[in-house]
């Protein structure tokens, strides 16, 4: 069972910047690919970002260039670095951890292949 945990969110302005965190349990942590992902009010849960074992990262269109997801093995932590927000980025944010391991340049995009999820942080955006 991997534990997964969220840090970090909060009210921001539009344009500010804010990093999340995101731990998960285990000691094959640098094998994992990991997740980001998001849901709105009244909204379904969308694909953020995903980065892969290896650290090759994968963004949706709509925060691509905007957003930086990274990881430290080190640590058992990956991050979500968020610049430039919008109050379209207002949501719940998910870490999650797919439930195998994907070759070391891959990282799933679809939320049916995470297994292992944490409990979300709210990042608030206003104008």
């Known amino acids: 069972q991997v534990q997964v945990q969220e840090f970090g969110g909060g009210l921001v302005q539009a344009g500010d910047s804010l990093r999340l965190s995101c731990t998960a349990s285990?000691?094959?942590?640098?094998?994992?690919?990991l997740g980001w992902f998001r849901q709105a009010p009244g909204k379904e849960r969308e694909f953020v970002a995903a980065i892969s074992s290896d650290g090759v990262s994968f963004y949706a269109d709509s925060v691509k260039a905007r957003f930086t997801i990274s990881k430290d093995n080190a640590k058992n932590t990956v991050y979500l670095q968020m610049n430039s927000l919008k109050p379209g980025d207002t949501a719940i944010y998910y870490c999650a951890v797919p439930r195998s391991f994907y070759r070391g340049d891959y990282a799933p995009i679809n939320m049916d292949a995470y297994g292992y999820w944490g409990q979300g942080k709210q990042v608030a955006v206003s104008s």
């Open positions: 285990g000691p094959t942590f640098s094998s994992y690919a």
